[in-house]
T-cell receptor, first 113, second 113 residues
Framework: SQTIHQWPATLVQPVGSPLSLECTVE??????LYWYRQAAGRGLQLLFY??????ISSEVPQNLSASRPQDRQFILSSKKLLLSDSGFYLC????????????FGEGSWLTVV | AQSVSQHNHHVILSEAASLELGCNYS??????LFWYVQYPGQHLQLLLK??????LVKGIKGFEAEFIKSKFSFNLRKPSVQWSDTAEYFC???????????FGKGTKLSVKP
């Protein structure tokens, strides 16, 4: 069966510091991969999605970036964090054959101080 | 552009009460419809989904949802809620099998024992 792993689970970082959140999927090939941010009262915001290695689409302009160095690895990064980057970040995967049903990782709580 | 509206931000019910959470979407073509649930401190989990066929979809834990195409709605229902149903519920839509998932802002359900 497919599993998704995301880490770290919680992170407290000072303003201006870099960020790296990692996500890996097991048990499937060539998944679509996603990074979402969940902020209180604002629902889920799609940040990036990827349909293949090196293919990244950005949904919102911001100081975050994403990379997909391997088929089942998706990384969310920032060179300099802002206070407004605090939130709950969710990695997710899907495959076209299942109607693009999205399955989420357990999320990473980021607090920028 | 697609959008998803969940009109209730917070619903408070007593145990055994019936539940209906509204979800409306804006997209004129073929859609796949989803409800996700996020229990306190946990990640998002798929509750149920509709791709085609019977518009009344049964999900886990006694939940069901009805797709009414003429109303662009996919409301979530449960005849008798339990305290353990306390969670945040998200409706989501994608355009066909290859569109990205668009989420509503979520509805918090609090069930009083």
């Amino acid at each position: 069966s497919q599993t998704i792993h995301q880490w770290p689970a919680t992170l407290v970082q000072p303003v201006g510091s870099p960020l790296s959140l990692e996500c890996t999927v097991e048990g499937t090939s060539n998944p679509n991969l996603y990074w979402y941010r969940q902020a209180a009262g604002r629902g889920l915001q799609l940040l990036f999605y990827s349909v293949g290695i090196g293919q990244i689409s950005s949904e919102v302009p911001q100081n975050l970036s994403a990379s997909r160095p391997q088929d089942r690895q998706f990384i969310l990064s920032s060179k300099k964090l802002l206070l407004s980057d605090s939130g709950f970040y969710l990695c997710a995967w899907s495959v076209w054959s299942s109607g693009n049903t999205i399955y989420f990782g357990e999320g990473s709580w980021l607090t920028v101080v | 552009a697609q959008s998803v509206s969940q009109h209730n931000h917070h619903v408070i019910l007593s145990e055994a009460a019936s539940l209906e959470l509204g979800c409306n979407y804006s997209y004129g073509g073929t859609v796949n419809l989803f409800w996700y649930v996020q229990y306190p401190g946990q990640h998002l989990q798929l509750l149920l989904k509709y791709f085609s066929g019977d518009p009344l979809v049964k999900g886990i834990k006694g939940f069901e949802a009805e797709f009414i195409k003429s109303k662009f709605s996919f409301n979530l229902r449960k005849p008798s809620v339990q305290w353990s149903d306390t969670a945040e519920y998200f409706c989501a839509v994608n355009a066909g099998s290859q569109g990205n998932l668009i989420f509503g802002k979520g509805t918090k359900l609090s069930v009083k024992p």
